[in-house]
Structure formats: structure tokens, C-alpha cells
């Protein structure tokens, strides 16, 4: 019979070599990514300076990137560093000089003014990571400017306006006649 202190040992031994295994198995990647080898890629493009827009508009920006290596380009992540853009992508491996293409959708509610936008594109290339830049002058509307809860009411109702339709106006909601109701709005 083996003793308490040999088994202990065994164990540990088996659970040190079951660590170092899944260690270096994770290490290598795991599903199709684990096997695409490193590429290149071209921005069209990388820096761009938009018309000024009005407040409220949305401005569309479609990049196009070229795979310039001899494997499949993978785009893993498209990052813009603001969170007033939305980042939509070729989420397919793309051949060797084909082309793949980000679209990014910039909603300038939000801002007035100058405003600079980098994204940042993480891919299976040497580089690892590409940035691209894109900046528009954002400008008020001339007779008033509204703010963001009178921008934000102005979509709402383009939407339909289904909760004032639902419970009313706010000011038309009635009020709270239980005491422990007023505790969940404080």
C-alpha cells in the first residue's frame, strides 16, 4: 500500500504536467487563427479631413484595406477610439490581393467643434496593429443650439415615440403615493 505522502506526490506531479500542457496548447492559439501565417496590408487612405457637418448628422466612412502578402488577411478587431463611432468589418479571412473593406459611422450628436477620430485595426500582420485617423469639423446649427437631451427627444420621436405613447409625457406620469417608491428614484 502506498503511503498518504507518495500519493500526494503523484498527484501533484500529474496536475503540474496537466498545467504545462494547457500552457503550451495556449499558447499556440486555438481555432482558425491558430494556423494564419503573418501578411501584409494597405490602408487606402490612412488620414483623412472631412467637411464640416451639422450636429446631428451621421458621417459614413468606408475604408478600404488591400492584403499585399501571400497568406489570408484577418482582421481581428477594429477599434475607434471614441465611443460616438461604430465599427463594422470584413469578419472573413481575405485572399491575397483582394480587398476588404471598414466601415465606420460616426454620430455627431454629441460633439460641436473640431473632432479627431484614430482607429486602431488589429490584424494577423507583422505589424500586428495599423491605425488610421479621420477628423470633421462638427458645427452647431446657426439659429439655436440645441443640447443633447433636446438632440436625444428629437430622436426619440423620429423613432415614434412609443413610451410617450405607453405612459404619457413625463410630466403627465402622475406621482408616487407609496413611500418606499421614493427611495428607488434617489
Not at 79 to 90: R, V, Y
Not at 134 to 144: G, K, Q, S, T
Amino acid at each position: 500500500m502506498k503511503s498518504p505522502i507518495k500519493k500526494l506526490a503523484q498527484t501533484c506531479k500529474a496536475i503540474t504536467c496537466f498545467m504545462v500542457f494547457i500552457a503550451i496548447g495556449g499558447c499556440q492559439g486555438s481555432g482558425e487563427n491558430a494556423f494564419l501565417e503573418l501578411t501584409t496590408m494597405e490602408i487606402e487612405d490612412p488620414v483623412r479631413h472631412y467637411y464640416p457637418i451639422l450636429q446631428g448628422l451621421e458621417q459614413n466612412i468606408v475604408i478600404k484595406v488591400t492584403n499585399t502578402g501571400e497568406h489570408p488577411l484577418k482582421l481581428f478587431k477594429v477599434l475607434p477610439s471614441c465611443g460616438c463611432t461604430i465599427a463594422e468589418f470584413t469578419t472573413h479571412a481575405i485572399a491575397p490581393g483582394n480587398d476588404g473593406f471598414i466601415e465606420l459611422k460616426y454620430n455627431s450628436t454629441k460633439n460641436i467643434g473640431e473632432v479627431g477620430v484614430y482607429t486602431t485595426i488589429v490584424a494577423n500582420t507583422k505589424e500586428h496593429s495599423h491605425t488610421t485617423y479621420f477628423d470633421i469639423h462638427v458645427v452647431p446649427d446657426a439659429l439655436y443650439t440645441k443640447d443633447y437631451e433636446e438632440l436625444y427627444h428629437i430622436e426619440q420621436e423620429k423613432k415614434g415615440g412609443l413610451q410617450e405613447m405607453v405612459e404619457g409625457e413625463t410630466n403627465e406620469r402622475g406621482y408616487i403615493v407609496d413611500s418606499t417608491e421614493v427611495r428607488k428614484y434617489m
